[in-house]
């Protein structure tokens, strides 16, 4: 089945700098990788996703990369704020299921 | 519009009894989606529901664990009898349909079994 590594599992900037989170899958047939935002006490939420025809998606200060060849996808924050700290989860589509990375501990210092 | 609700927010209970789970997801979403979330095993996904009938329970741990969904704005998880190691969080997910994938998740339930 479908396995997802995640790196960092921390990651501390200052606010203002940008913030990169790499992923790994392992099942070539995925063809959809969302990320998804967890602050304490909440539940996960979708903040951006790709799939396996696009190469490059942003929606403001937030951006995805995928490459198939290489199977890794990449999320990309920018100008990073306080409210940017959290827990960042990958995920990737396999075979009729969700497979999560184990997350990255976002810290964005004022 | 309301997000995926569930209940309880938090349940504490001895280990031997019964617990139940519920979830209403996002009206005229398809698909729903129990995980549980320990700091060991991270977001694990136990069963999901398509149209209402179950599609995959790979993932329940044991035959304690049991789901039903017994129309499209209703779910349940159900633990009998509870074990200490089932404490964790537990999410319900809604997605609109089987092939567009997105999930959003509900605000979960933390369960401790004592």
């Known amino acids: 089945g479908e396995n997802v590594e995640q790196h960092p599992s921390t990651l501390s900037v200052q606010e203002g700098d940008s913030a990169v989170i790499k992923c790994t899958y392992s099942?070539?047939?995925?063809?959809?990788f969302p990320w998804y935002k967890q602050e304490l006490g909440k539940g996960p939420q979708l903040i951006i996703d790709?799939?396996?025809?696009?190469g490059e998606k942003k929606d403001q200060r937030i951006a995805v990369t995928l490459n198939k060849t290489a199977k890794h996808f990449s999320l990309h924050i920018t100008e990073t704020q306080p409210e940017d700290s959290a827990v960042y989860f990958c995920?990737?589509?396999?075979?009729?299921?969700?497979?999560f990375g184990t997350g990255t501990r976002l810290l964005v210092s004022p | 519009d309301a997000g995926v609700i569930q209940s309880p927010r938090h349940e504490v209970t001895e280990m031997g009894q019964e617990v139940t789970l519920r979830c209403k997801p996002i009206?005229?979403?398809?698909?729903l989606f129990w995980y549980r979330q320990t700091m060991m095993r991270g977001l694990e996904l136990l069963i999901y529901f398509n149209n209402n009938v179950p599609i995959d329970d790979s993932g329940m741990p044991e035959d304690r664990f049991s789901a039903k969904m017994p129309n499209a704005s209703f779910s349940t998880l159900k633990i009998q009898p509870s074990e200490p190691r089932d404490s964790a969080v537990y999410f319900c997910?809604?997605?609109?349909?089987?092939?567009?994938?997105?999930?959003?998740f509900g605000p979960g339930t933390r369960l401790t079994v004592t």
């Open positions: 099942d070539s047939a995925s063809n959809y």
């Open positions: 997910a809604s997605s609109p349909d089987r092939v567009r994938w997105e999930q959003y």
């Open positions: 009206s005229g979403h398809n698909s």
């Open positions: 995920a990737a589509a396999g075979f009729q299921k969700l497979v």
């Open positions: 790709i799939r396996s025809n696009v």
